[in-house]
């Protein structure tokens, strides 16, 4: 009587998700929980893998990925029957959907000024496309000046990217000469920090 209970409850249980789950298309990463009325230690849940197929004991390697429930059911006791006197009474439903997947990180997209002498830490610099850096920026981000730095005769060096000259601005951090702190920089430009003089 309970084994005729419990198949009831299977049946309508399964009516009621597969009549939900009939447009349904199973994706990998997918879980499909699988009952076998007639064998309960056959009974699981299964992983949809990455390749589309599950493995289920008896029945071998299924295809599932792109499947309705009800395809996967129809097929598990196709393969299931040759085991049994008669066709098992299986029921398949979706116990739990995929993940979603993490969204793609945007991409920043970066350009190098190099900054090098009398700087905390000299080197290349990424500047984010985005921004409009400036000379006095990339020297606060560099770490600023060590304490030998003539920060009077600061030099950008640019070159043109039609000729291929060199072109060497002055910039004076405490004023007054040269370019100003708030000039923008390009893509290749180098910070020259050089020594100060002895008496400078």
């Known amino acids: 009587m309970r084994l005729v209970l419990t198949g009831i409850s299977l049946a309508l249980l399964a009516i009621g998700t ?19 009325l007639e064998d309960a230690n ?3 849940p299964v992983l949809v893998l990455p390749d589309g197929n599950i493995n289920f004991p008896f029945a071998g390697t299924i295809k599932a990925a792109g499947q309705t429930v009800g395809a ?9 029957a040759p085991n049994f006197n ?3 009474n299986v ?17 920043v997209r970066t350009y190098g000024v190099y900054a090098m002498g009398e700087i905390t830490t000299p080197g290349r610099l990424n500047i984010d496309t985005k ?11 560099a770490g600023g000046f060590t304490r030998f730095a003539a920060t009077n005769r600061i030099e950008l060096r640019r070159v043109n990217p039609k000729t291929g ?4 601005y002055l910039f004076d951090y405490k ?9 923008r920089l390009q893509e290749g430009d180098v910070i020259v920090v050089p020594e100060r003089r002895l008496f400078e």
Do not use: H, M, W
């Not at 979706?94 to 997947?101: D, E, F, Q």
């Not at 000259?165 to 060497?168: D, M, P």
């Open 18 to 36: 597969t009549a939900a789950a009939d447009n349904y298309r199973i994706k990998t990463g997918d879980t499909l929980q699988i009952e076998v």
């Open 42 to 44: 056959l009974s699981r």
């Open 72 to 80: 996967v059911q129809s097929s598990i006791v196709s393969k299931l």
């Open 86 to 88: 008669v066709a098992p």
């Open 91 to 107: 029921f398949v439903s979706v116990a739990s959907l995929a993940p979603p997947r993490p969204a793609a990180a945007p991409v």
């Open 131 to 141: 921004e409009n850096v400036t000379i006095l920026q990339a020297i606060a981000t």
């Open 165 to 168: 000259q060199e072109i060497k």
């Open 175 to 183: 004023g007054g000469k040269g370019i100003s702190g708030a000039t």
